[in-house]
T-cell receptor
């Protein structure tokens, strides 16, 4: 295990639903990330938080809303999603964001299916 | 533009044989390079990184990678493949304009046959 947990592991939701993805890191890291992994596409960075402040919002539609209440927890709130939003959503953490040498540690992901 | 290329969608190798998964990069300045592995239904796991120093970097599970500046490559290698090495491998380079961003390749699926 990498020290990063995500719940739920699988989620099926309709386009009118509201749901949230949760990520928790047990590594004492200060930075957390959300990525989207779709088939046949490179990983897409969605959001970055450093010390609970958002430092990156990578042109993500407003139907995705992140929340970072503390350095150990990260949420991704979902509402009125589209079928093309179906993907594996990965959370990651790193020791910091300012050091170019920091590797990121990933959670197992949430497999999201939008019907 | 900064980029990472993994030219092979899939690599097939017999168990016990050496394996190589290729990666080339394009960045300005000195690169910071990473390899990750993804097993089915799992997130990415960090394998190794190159920052500076020795061009041959050793990582987890017996993997190593060789940094070649003149060829702008960072190929992943293992002397003797195991069936359990079968997975999806990603090469990544640190974005030189943004210290927290990793630019990932498209991934290479490694299949080790018994």
């Amino acid at each position: 295990e990498t020290g990063v947990t995500q719940t739920p592991r699988h989620l099926v939701m309709g386009m009118t639903n509201k749901k949230s993805l949760k990520c928790e890191q047990h590594l004492g890291h200060n930075a957390m990330y959300w990525y989207k992994q779709s088939a046949k596409k490179p990983l897409e960075l969605m959001f970055v938080y450093s010390l609970e402040e958002r430092v990156e919002n990578n042109s993500v539609p407003s139907r995705f809303s992140p929340e970072c209440p503390n350095s150990s927890h990260l949420f991704l709130h979902l509402h009125t999603l589209q079928p093309e939003d179906s993907a594996l959503y990965l959370c990651a953490s790193s020791q910091g964001v300012s050091g170019r040498t920091y590797e990121q540690y990933f959670g197992p992901g949430t497999r999201l299916t939008v019907t | 533009a900064q980029s990472v290329a993994q030219p092979e969608d899939q690599v097939n190798v017999a168990e016990g044989n050496p394996l190589t998964v290729k990666c080339t990069y394009s960045v300005s300045g000195n690169p910071y390079l990473f390899w990750y592995v993804q097993y089915p239904n799992r997130g990415l796991q960090f394998l190794l990184k190159y920052i500076t120093g020795d061009n041959l970097v050793k990582g987890s599970y017996g993997f190593e990678a060789e940094f070649n500046k003149s060829q702008t490559s960072f190929h992943l290698k293992k002397p003797s493949a195991l069936v359990s090495d079968s997975a999806l491998y990603f090469c990544a380079v640190r974005d030189m304009d943004s210290s927290y961003k990793l630019i990932f390749g498209s991934g290479t699926r490694l299949l080790v046959r018994p």
